[in-house]
């Protein structure tokens, strides 16, 4: 077993600080990264925080994981030592099930193991990317394009391929309207990656605030959800809707955007349940849905979209010592548009 240093939370309410963690031998398919940058993404917030639910602690956090790779088990083919690599939301599944099969590795029926607070094969707990090293089976390292800025890179490997998922799925592109409600860490992936699928994208964020960034990042409409009039403008306009919100809704309100047979996809993962009046779904033949992550395949897919447009996340890059700030930050809609952990500042 190898010892290393982390940034973990000790509690549902405490401080994230730095630990020890351990990570298991270097088997003969797994690889050792030696992790540069990792993003901060809302879903951090909400399993530390416990809002999802029990978690084991101390915990440590974050799936947007990129850096190089350090040594590889004897019978890894798919990766070499010094290749930069990512790593996503998963670090394995059953790999027998149909969704496996079908590269859906996300929605395994067995239940994928998430890359932190998951049972891993061994029994243990797995244990997250705010840390200098991680031992994953090579079917679960992505490769992450030179072309693409380092750190800006990690916040793909979440907020990234959640969005790209779906706009992909419901067929964004020329011709169709997205609309992305939040404009965050998936919310601003969203924008840019549905603008170079060629659709015509609306940004709902809560107020104007924002507006020039979001223009910047390839919105041709933005509007504040703030603004009742905003819910009359656009009704019956989109396509696609995808909600990155983390916290409740009125979906109500927001199902009278779609126009005949479009679909609002929801992201945002608030731990609420939220009321949906079925007749709102009836007037244009509107689907609620909801999508997770994305498989390993797709996740490359995604990853050499980015690189072929030029695309990457908007990040503030931090020292280890600024998480529980910039925890604040994210709660506070205050990000712009992914916090980045310097990873050398651990330890
Ligand atoms: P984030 O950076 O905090 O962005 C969320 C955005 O939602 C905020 O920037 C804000 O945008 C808006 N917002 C926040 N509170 C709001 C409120 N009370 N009312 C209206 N709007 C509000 O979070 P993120 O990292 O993008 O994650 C977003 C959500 O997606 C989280 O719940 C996360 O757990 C979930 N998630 C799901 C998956 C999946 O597989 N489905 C994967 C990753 C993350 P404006 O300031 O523009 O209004
Ligand atoms: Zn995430
Ligand atoms: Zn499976």
Not at 39 to 66: K, N, Q
Request: hydrophobic share 40%.
């Amino acid at each position: 077993m190898l010892t290393v240093n982390a940034i973990a939370a000790p509690s549902a309410t405490g401080p994230l600080g730095p630990v020890t963690i351990t990570r298991r031998d270097v088997g003969p398919k797994d690889v050792l990264i030696q992790i540069r940058y990792a993003g901060i993404c809302h879903s951090d917030i909400h399993t530390v925080r416990g809002e999802w639910g029990p978690v084991a602690y101390p915990l440590t956090v974050g799936h947007e994981i990129v850096g190089e790779v350090a040594e590889v088990g004897a019978e890894v083919s798919k990766h070499a030592v010094g290749d930069r690599v990512g790593v996503g939301c998963m670090v394995n599944s059953c790999r027998e099930c149909e969704n496996c099969q079908a590269g859906e590795e996300q929605y395994c029926l067995n239940g994928n193991i998430g890359t932190y607070a998951s049972v891993d094969r061994d029994g243990t707990i797995t244990q997250g990317g705010y840390s200098t090293h991680v031992v994953v089976d090579e079917d679960f390292v992505l490769k992450v394009p030179e072309s693409i800025p380092y750190e800006a890179a990690a916040p793909l490997l979440c907020a990234g391929i959640t969005t790209y998922s779906p706009l992909r799925h419901w067929k964004a592109g020329e011709g169709t309207r997205v609309a992305v409600v939040g404009l965050g860490g998936l919310g601003h992936m969203a924008v840019k990656l549905a603008h170079a699928m060629g659709a015509e994208v609306t940004v709902l964020s809560q107020s104007l605030r924002k507006k020039d960034d979001g223009l910047r990042l390839g919105a041709d409409h933005y509007y504040a959800t703030s603004d009742p009039a905003t819910f009359t403008d656009l009704a019956r306009r989109f396509d696609l809707i995808i909600n990155t919100v983390s916290a409740p809704l009125d979906l109500d309100a927001y199902l009278g955007l779609p126009r005949l047979n479009g679909t609002m996809v929801n992201v945002g993962a608030p731990p609420e349940a939220l009321p949906i009046h079925v007749f709102s779904l009836f007037g244009q033949r509107t689907s609620f849905a909801g999508s997770g992550i994305g498989g390993i395949r797709e996740t490359q897919e995604m990853l050499d979209f980015c690189a072929e447009h030029g695309i990457a996340s908007d990040v503030e890059l931090i020292s280890a010592d600024k998480i529980n700030e910039a925890y604040e930050r994210v709660l506070a809609s205050d990000v712009r548009y992914r916090f980045v952990i310097d990873v050398s500042t651990i330890g």
